[in-house]
C-alpha cells in the first residue's frame, strides 16, 4: 500500500489440470474413500461389525430369520432416525420422539381397540397428532426463537404425560389382525415358490434394476454436462456389488417369511427423504442453516419456515414410527418409547452427523441405526446381557463422535 | 513535564504474512493525556495489546520500558500489576453482575476464610464510584446502566486497580455528547490526580480539546508525535498526518461511463435493534448503471447498518425511507425480496456472516439463488456444478475443485466465492463491505479488476470500505458518513483523504 507498486500475481491455476486433479480424484476408488472418510468410516465400520458378529454367532446373524428380526425390531427407530438427521443437521435436536412415538400410538390403540374403529383410522389419526405435535414444537423453536433442546425436553415431559392421560394410565391391546399386519405382516405367497417367496425376489430384482437405471442416467448426465466420471469397469463393479448385496438381503427374506411391509415403508422413506436432502432446495437450506445460520438469513433462505417444516416433518415421522410400534408391540402402552429419542439420535451422530450442524446424511444416519441394531442384535444372540449391551453401545457412540472431531480438527474446519 | 512513564522502543509486530506495526516507538510523559491517532486498520490496538500484554513478550520485537525499568508481560495480569489497565472499545462488564461485583472481578475482596467480604466490597465500590463522578447503588445489576455509566463502572474498576497509565480504547465512540463531555472531564480530574492516559479516539475535536501530545500512527508505522501544548495544531494538521500517502498504479483503470440511475435511496433512517437510538439518520444517496460509488465512514458511522438496512431490512428496526430501483418505488422487506429485486450485499465479515465454511465451493456460490438452478425444487446438481465451475474460472478462485470446502480457502480466495455468490444472483447493485479486507495486495488487485468488470457490464456498485485510498482508487463518486449522517458526497476527482476526513470527522452540530 505504499509507494511500490505490488507484483500482481501471474500464476494461475490451469483448467486443464485443476479438471485432471478432479477427474483422477474421482476415478480413484482409494482417493475416492480419503475423501469422504467421514462418510464412508462408517460403511467400514458397519462392514466390519456385521463380520465380527457374523463370526462370534456362528453365522446366526446373517440368518434369514434373524435379518427379518432385526429389519423388525429397529424400523420404528430408523424411522426416527430420519427425522432426527433432518433436525441435528439444521443445528436443533427433538428429545420428545419417545413421548411422541407413545402417543400417537396410544391416540391409534384408543380408536381402533376401544372405540372400534377400522384400522387405516387409526393410522390417519396417529400421523395427523404427530404433526400437529411437531407444528406445536416448530412454533416454539422458528416462531419465538426458543432452543430446540428445552421446547423438546419440555414436550418430551408433555406428550408423555398426555399419553398416560389419553390412556387413562393402563394399557390397551390387543390390536385387530389388519393392524397388527403394518408392523409384522409381510407380502408373500403371491406368486408362490417352492421354499422361498418369488415375489420378494421379484421386488429385489425390480429394486437392483432401479438402482441401475438411476445411476446410469446419472452417469450418463453427468458426462453431458462434461463432468468427469468414474471409469466404466469401476462403474460396473459398483452396481454389480449393490446388486449382489441386495439379491443376497432378498434372498435370505425370501427364505424366511417374505417381503415385511415394514421394510417397504422404510426403503420408500430412506430414498424419498435421501433425495430430499440432497436435490432439493429445501434440504439444501436445511445444510444452509446448520452451516451457518447468518450466511442463510443474508442469502435470502428463510429460516423460520424451514425450522418449522423440519419440526413438522419429525412429528409425522415420529408418527408413523407410532403406528410401528404400537402394531409391532400389538397395543399401546403408558410407558411405549421411552429413550427411543436416545436411539435416535446417537444413530444420526454414529452416521457421521456433526454436533455443530450443517453435517449428515439420511442414508448415514441409517447405517448409524444399523450398526447400532446388529451390535444390540447380535449380542443378545450371544446371550450377552443388557447391562454390558448398553456400555458397549454408550462406547461406540463415544467413539463415532471423537471420530468426527478428529477428522474435523484435521480437515482443519474447527475454529 | 519531561518526566517519562513509558517508553515503547522500535515496536514490530507481525502476523502471518502482515507487518501490523514496524518499528514503532512511543514516548508517554507522566501525568500527561496521550492521544493516538490512525486510521482503521493503523495499528493502534495492536500496539495497544503489546502494551498491554495481550501479545506477550517475545511474539514482537522491540523494548518497552515502564517507570524507568524495562518490563515484560506474559499476559494481562502482568501488565495490570505494575497499574498498566487498558479499556477496550467493547465494553467488557457481565451485564447481570452487581455494579460492585464487575469492579472487583477477578480482584475480590477478600474477607475471612477467602470468602468475600462483600460489605467491605460495597463500600469501596461507592468510593471508587464518587470518584468517577457516577452515583450509583453499587448492588444495582449494570444492565440497568446507559452506556455511558457502563464506561465510568470501567473506569472506577481500574482505579480499583491502582492504575498509573490508563488506555482507552475509542472511550466515546459510543456515547452521546454529554456524556462525552462528562468523560473528558473525568479524564482531566484523573489527569490532575497524577494519572498518565493514553486514548485512542477518531474524534479529532475531543483530541485538540484534551490530548498534551498526541502520535500518528500509518500503516503500522510512526508518522509523528505531536506536542499540543501550545494549542496551534489544528485537526487539519492530525489528518495530514493520518492520510499522508499516495495512491499509485496500484488501482487497475476504468473508463467511466455511467448510465442510468439504478438505485436511491431517500431519508432512510434506523434505529439499532435493540438501544433507543438512531444509528442511520436521513441519509439519501443514488448509484447509477456502470457507476462506482463509495461510502466512507469511520467505525461506528453506521456504514455497514445502512447497507444491511437496506438489503432486504436484515439489521435495525423502526427503518423508515423510500427506495427506488429504476426509478420505481420498492419494498424489500427480506432478503428474499432483496435479492428478487437485484441487491446484492457481500458482508465485511465473510467468515461470520458470507459463507458456510464447512460446506463445498458448489454449495456456497449456489446458496443465494437455488431457485434458478431448480425445477419444482428440485436442484439440476450438473447445472450447478457448471455454474460453480464458471465461477471459479471466471473469478480465478484457487481451489482444486468446486468440492473442496470453502474453510480451507485463503481470504482473497473466500472473497471471490462470495462474489461469484451474489453474481449468480444477477443482481443490478453490489453493494461490497469491505470486499478486500483481511486480504493479500495481490488478491485485492483480483477484486478491483473483477469490480471494475462487473462496471464495464453496466452493474452499479457501491463499495463501502474503511480505506479512503482504495475509494479514491475505485470510485466514481464518495459518499461520507458520520454518525448516520450523510456528511458531503464528492466527485472522486474533486476529493482528497484529506476532505473526506474532515467530513468523516464532521459531528452534529451541538444543538445547545
Not at chain 1, 404427530?130 to 415431559?157: D, E, N, Q, R, S
Not at chain 1, 405367497?189 to 415375489?199: C, E, T, V
Not at chain 1, 456389488?241 to 434372498?251: D, I, N, Q, S
Request: aromatic share 6%; net charge neutral.
Amino acid at each position: 500500500m505504499t509507494s511500490t507498486k505490488p507484483s500482481v500475481p501471474t500464476e494461475q491455476v490451469s483448467v486443464d489440470s485443476a479438471a485432471a486433479a478432479l477427474h483422477v480424484g474421482t476415478s480413484d476408488p482409494l482417493t475416492l474413500i480419503m475423501r469422504n472418510l467421514r462418510q464412508s468410516g462408517i460403511y467400514i465400520a458397519f462392514v466390519v461389525i456385521v463380520a465380527l458378529f457374523a463370526f462370534l454367532t456362528d453365522g446366526v446373524l446373517l440368518s434369514p430369520g434373524n435379518i427379518t428380526n432385526i429389519v423388525l425390531q429397529y424400523s420404528y427407530i430408523l424411522v426416527l432416525a430420519i427425522g432426527m438427521v433432518i433436525l441435528i443437521i439444521a443445528g436443533h435436536i427433538d428429545l420428545s420422539v419417545g413421548s411422541i412415538v407413545a402417543l400417537t400410538g396410544a391416540v391409534s390403540a384408543v380408536l381402533v381397540i376401544q372405540h372400534g374403529q377400522p384400522w387405516w383410522i387409526g393410522v390417519v389419526a396417529a400421523v395427523a397428532v404427530g404433526i400437529a405435535v411437531g407444528a406445536w414444537h416448530g412454533f416454539w423453536v422458528a416462531y419465538v426463537g426458543m432452543p430446540a433442546f428445552i421446547v423438546t425436553l419440555a414436550g418430551m415431559l408433555l406428550f408423555r404425560g398426555l399419553t398416560m392421560q389419553v390412556l387413562d394410565n393402563v394399557s390397551l391391546s390387543p390390536f385387530p389382525a389388519d393392524y397388527q399386519k403394518v408392523a409384522s405382516g409381510f407380502l408373500n405367497g403371491l406368486m408362490g415358490g417352492q421354499g422361498y417367496d418369488a415375489f420378494t425376489l421379484l421386488i429385489a430384482g425390480f429394486a437392483v434394476a432401479g438402482y441401475a437405471v438411476s445411476v446410469f442416467r446419472t452417469r450418463l448426465a453427468r458426462i453431458r454436462y462434461e463432468q468427469p466420471v468414474e471409469s466404466f469397469p469401476l462403474f460396473v463393479t459398483r452396481v454389480l456389488a449393490v446388486a449382489a448385496v441386495v439379491m443376497y438381503f432378498g434372498w435370505q427374506l425370501a427364505h424366511a417369511r417374505g417381503l415385511p411391509i415394514v421394510l417397504i415403508i422404510l426403503a420408500v422413506l430412506v430414498i424419498a427423504y435421501g433425495l430430499m436432502t440432497k436435490n432439493t432446495v429445501f434440504g439444501r437450506q436445511v445444510y444452509a442453516i446448520g452451516g451457518n445460520l447468518s450466511a442463510a438469513m443474508l442469502s435470502g433462505v428463510k429460516v423460520r419456515k424451514v425450522n418449522f417444516w423440519i419440526f413438522v416433518n419429525m412429528g409425522f415421522l415420529a408418527g408413523i414410527a407410532g403406528v410401528i410400534y404400537s402394531s409391532r408391540s400389538n397395543g399401546a402402552q403408558p410407558a411405549a418409547g421411552n429413550m427411543f429419542e436416545l436411539d435416535a439420535i446417537a444413530a444420526a451422530f454414529i452416521g457421521g452427523a456433526a454436533v455443530a450442524g450443517g453435517v449428515g446424511t439420511v442414508v448415514g444416519a441409517m447405517v448409524g441405526g444399523l450398526i447400532m441394531a446388529v451390535m444390540s442384535n447380535g449380542m443378545q444372540l450371544m446371550g450377552v446381557d443388557q447391562s454390558t449391551q448398553s456400555v458397549v453401545k454408550g462406547l461406540v457412540l463415544l467413539l463415532a463422535v471423537a471420530f468426527d472431531i478428529y477428522n474435523k480438527r484435521r480437515a482443519g474446519a474447527t475454529r | 513535564m519531561n518526566d517519562v512513564l513509558l517508553e515503547m522502543r522500535g515496536i514490530t509486530k507481525r502476523f502471518p504474512g502482515v507487518t501490523a506495526l514496524e518499528d514503532v516507538s512511543l514516548e508517554v510523559r507522566r501525568g500527561e493525556i496521550h492521544a493516538i491517532c490512525g486510521e482503521n486498520g493503523a495499528g493502534k490496538s495492536t500496539l495497544m495489546k503489546v502494551l498491554s500484554g495481550v501479545y506477550p513478550t517475545g511474539s514482537y520485537e522491540g523494548e518497552i520500558r515502564f517507570d524507568g525499568s524495562p518490563v515484560h508481560f506474559g499476559g494481562i495480569r502482568d501488565s495490570e500489576s505494575v497499574g498498566i489497565v487498558i479499556i477496550h472499545q467493547e465494553l467488557a462488564l457481565v451485564p447481570y453482575l452487581s455494579i460492585a461485583e464487575n469492579i472487583f472481578l477477578g480482584n475480590e475482596r477478600r474477607g475471612r476464610g477467602g470468602l468475600i467480604d462483600w460489605n467491605r466490597a460495597n463500600a469501596d465500590a461507592r468510593d471508587l464510584l464518587a470518584s468517577v463522578g457516577l452515583n450509583e447503588n453499587p448492588v444495582s445489576p449494570v444492565i440497568q446502566l446507559g452506556v455511558g455509566k457502563q464506561q465510568l463502572v470501567e473506569i472506577a474498576k481500574a482505579l480499583s486497580k491502582e492504575v498509573r497509565l490508563l488506555i482507552l480504547d475509542e472511550p466515546t465512540a459510543a456515547l452521546n455528547d454529554v456524556d462525552s463531555a462528562h468523560l473528558l472531564d473525568l479524564l482531566r480530574r484523573l489527569r490532575d490526580r497524577g494519572i498518565t492516559c493514553i486514548m485512542i479516539s477518531h474524534k479529532l475535536s475531543e483530541i485538540t480539546a484534551i490530548a498534551d501530545s498526541t502520535t500518528v500512527i500509518r500503516d503500522g508505522q510512526k508518522v509523528e508525535t505531536l506536542d499540543m501544548s501550545s494549542g496551534d495544531v489544528t485537526q487539519q494538521r492530525i489528518i495530514r498526518g493520518m492520510v499522508g500517502r499516495d495512491i499509485d498504479s496500484f488501482y487497475p483503470d476504468r473508463v467511466s461511463e455511467p448510465g442510468p440511475e439504478v438505485l436511491r435511496i431517500e431519508d432512510w433512517t434506523v434505529w439499532h435493534p435493540v438501544q433507543p437510538r438512531l444509528v442511520v439518520d436521513g441519509a439519501s444517496l443514488n448509484v447509477r448503471a456502470g457507476e462506482v460509488v463509495g461510502i466512507a465512514g469511520l467505525m461506528g458511522a453506521g456504514r455497514t447498518e445502512l447497507a444491511m438496512s437496506v438489503f432486504g431490512r436484515s439489521y435495525g428496526r423502526n427503518i423508515s425511507g423510500r427506495l427506488y430501483l429504476h426509478g420505481k418505488q420498492v419494498r424489500a422487506r427480506t432478503v428474499a425480496e432483496a435479492i428478487s429485486n437485484g441487491i446484492a450485499y457481500a458482508t465485511e465479515d465473510r467468515k461470520r456472516y458470507g459463507l458456510n465454511l464447512i460446506a463445498d465451493v458448489r454449495a456456497n456460490v449456489s446458496a443465494a439463488a437455488l431457485g434458478k438452478l431448480a425445477r419444482a425444487g428440485w436442484i439440476n446438481g450438473n447445472e450447478e456444478i457448471k455454474v460453480a465451475e464458471q465461477g471459479r474460472r471466471e473469478m480465478n478462485i484457487k481451489t482444486r475443485t468446486v468440492l473442496d470446502t470453502v474453510g480451507t480457502l485463503s481470504g482473497g480466495n473466500q472473497q471471490k466465492v462470495v462474489l461469484s455468490k451474489w453474481l449468480f444472483t444477477d443482481p443490478d447493485v453490489l453493494i461490497l463491505d469491505e470486499p478486500t479486507r483481511g486480504i493479500d495486495v495481490g488478491a485485492k488487485f483480483e477484486i478491483y479488476t473483477i469490480i471494475n468488470r462487473l462496471v464495464a457490464q453496466g452493474k452499479a456498485v457501491i463499495v463501502i470500505s474503511s480505506e479512503l485510498p482504495e475509494l479514491l482508487g475505485m470510485c466514481d463518486r464518495i459518499y461520507t458518513l458520520s454518525a448516520g449522517r450523510i456528511t458531503g458526497e464528492l466527485p472522486v476527482g474533486e476529493a482528497t483523504q484529506e476532505d473526506l476526513m474532515a467530513l468523516m470527522t464532521k459531528e452534529k452540530e451541538l444543538a445547545g
